[in-house]
């Protein structure tokens, strides 16, 4: 996995890859991510960047026919919302910044969806529950999850992330002693992951494209 992230006075660009998907160039903090569903597969991804209220009409509004959206939340697990004949089920329903979910392409061909909006950016906070959240980082930045991306993690917390190529979840990533037994996680732009947190926090850091 290669990745570059470059700021300047003037403009954002930042470029990825998450398995075989996730490409962004942004200028003056607005503007997109490219993420490629393989054929007949399913991708654990991100919005990291504001269009409106975040709709989903708004975030993806021309999605192919079969698109197919998964939240989860620990009281209801999984919620799909998928697109017919042009529409979402729910077009209301949000993907926000600091949100994961995983899109699936039920096509016989890979698809791109384009993410465009505008950079998440000032004081920003992600809540995190005991348990089992399904997050991202709020902005299209790739990096070591602590290091870079100044996650809160302590021990007893446990990271999951999806391989694309394999269609299955890598293995568990857990914090002992202050280490990620499995070495600190590398997240890619535009790439959502599971993490079980052993208490409440909150994933709170300060960005500026300036």
């Known amino acids: ?39 007949k597969s399913y991708v654990l991804a991100a919005n ?22 998964f939240k989860y939340t620990q009281a209801a697990g999984f919620g799909a919302n998928g697109v017919e004949f042009g529409t979402w089920g729910d077009p209301n329903a949000t ?18 969806l384009t993410f465009v909006g505008e ?3 000032g004081t920003l906070a992600t809540a995190l529950a005991k348990g089992l959240n399904l997050i991202s980082s ?10 870079d991306l100044k996650f809160p993690a302590v021990d007893g917390d ?16 857990g914090v002992e002693f202050g280490s990620f037994g499995g070495g600190e996680p590398t997240v890619a732009v535009g790439e959502g992951f599971f993490v079980n947190k052993f208490a409440a926090s909150s994933w709170d850091r300060t960005f500026s494209v300036n």
């Open 158 to 173: 446990v990271v999951y992330q999806w391989d694309t190529a394999g269609q299955k979840y890598k293995a568990p990533n």
């Open 138 to 147: 709020q902005v299209p930045q790739a990096g070591l999850l602590v290091a």
């Open 119 to 121: 950079v998440p950016q």
């Open 1 to 39: 996995m290669r990745t570059q992230l470059i700021l300047t006075t003037a403009a954002i660009g930042v470029a990825s890859s998450l398995g075989a998907i996730g490409q962004v160039y942004s200028v003056n903090a607005v503007g997109y991510i490219n993420i490629t569903v393989p054929a």
């Open 48 to 69: 990291q960047l504001n269009s409106g209220a975040n709709k989903v009409s708004e975030v993806l509004p021309t999605a192919p026919d079969g698109t197919v959206i």
């Open 95 to 112: 993907v926000k910044p600091g949100e994961g979910f995983f899109l699936q392409n039920n096509g016989a061909a890979p698809i791109t």
